[in-house]
């Protein structure tokens, strides 16, 4: 199967099989006016399978937002058709707006316009806690 | 400009300043009579609780400052729906510090956010209460004259105690610490917590359910209520019950140096035959508070 090369642009490579279509979705690629191919299943050496996103066109990405959803993901900057930049990310220290705090006694529940803002506790199991009331994000 | 939200935004050297600010202030209280002339404290209690409300206001007024505020929220424009930021924009305008006990929790960060002057969290619901953890540690240490070295046994509702958390927290980061959590089942000390405290090199802990086989080894013994809400049946609550009150009888293999602690109010938790035990430090505790918050004040308050 063959995409494009894309000239300027980013791809997002190294994707978990099956989690392309979750990060479409949560970074509003759809919202994008430039052409963005998701492939699903891809072959890969490093991880048997994985899917990938290429954005042909400029997108502002939140990278915290990527690694959270997905840490092993490597975003490429694509300049003039050559990788510009390749950044491998990492569980992010801190995320605004991806996932809201459920705890009915947070100040959040009855604060409408407070972003929900949770802080990486413990990287080993994946923890995330609301910088307001410390409940562990579900 | 530093605020007070949970008791670790302290380090452990500027507790150690507290403590021994607070010591002097006992020591030679008119040294601090005008310290804070000319200071305002808003005392803003989104929830009533008069205790902690009247400790603060005493420990202001001894500074030589002055008082302003609210004891709970139908009483101000909050029963009209103003946001916290709102609120503390506008007391901004009369206040050099600010004293904020809020039912949701995490009110007083966003406040602190906000704030041109210290918040000092005064209770935020079932979360964080650090002049409580201040109080209990500057009570640890007028008893025994140090916070390390020490077998702490925490005795009652583990689960939801707030002050039991953040005083562990707190102690945690002292050496040889020795922590014996006392509670039902139902009411253990939560998992992630404990995981947090078996990572600790300085950290002992043990748990059991018998108040009575652990109490000979204590230091200091910190009661909590054990609240009948907390149960799924009443028949659970009254078979329990007794196990976590504090008697006399249940005091007969303590260490004679004990320290008997409790956050108050109490209910029924510690019987009222142990008030005259001179082990029983809970009533000199609350007025420990009233100097913790004046070293606290200053502190924030930049005022040497
Ligand atoms: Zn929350």
Redesign the pocket.
Known sequence: MLVNPIKNGTVLDHITAGRGMELYRILKLNELECPVAIITNAYSLKMDRKDIIKIDGEAPLDLNVIGYVDPGVTVSTIRDGDVARRIHLKLPQQITGVIR?K?PR?I?SVEQELPHTFRLDDPQSRVYR?I??E?RAK | MKSLIGILDLSTKEIDNLIHTAQDIIARPEAYREKCKGKKLATLFFEPSTRTRLSFEAAMYELGGNVLGFSEASSSSVAKGESVADTIRTVNCYADIIAMRHPK??APLVASVKSQVPIINAGDGGHNHPTQTLTDLLTIYREKGRLQDLTVGFCGDLKFGRTVHSLIEALSRYSGIRIVLISPDELRLPEYMQNKLSALENVTFTETKDLEEAIPKLDILYMTRVQKERFFNEADYIRLKDSYILTPEKLAEAKADMSILHPLPRVNEISVEVDDDPRACYFRQALNGKFIRMALMLMLLEIQ
Request: glycine content about 10%; proline content about 0%; some cysteine.
């Open positions: 705090c705890n947070c959040t609301c307001y009331c409940s | 929790e995490g």
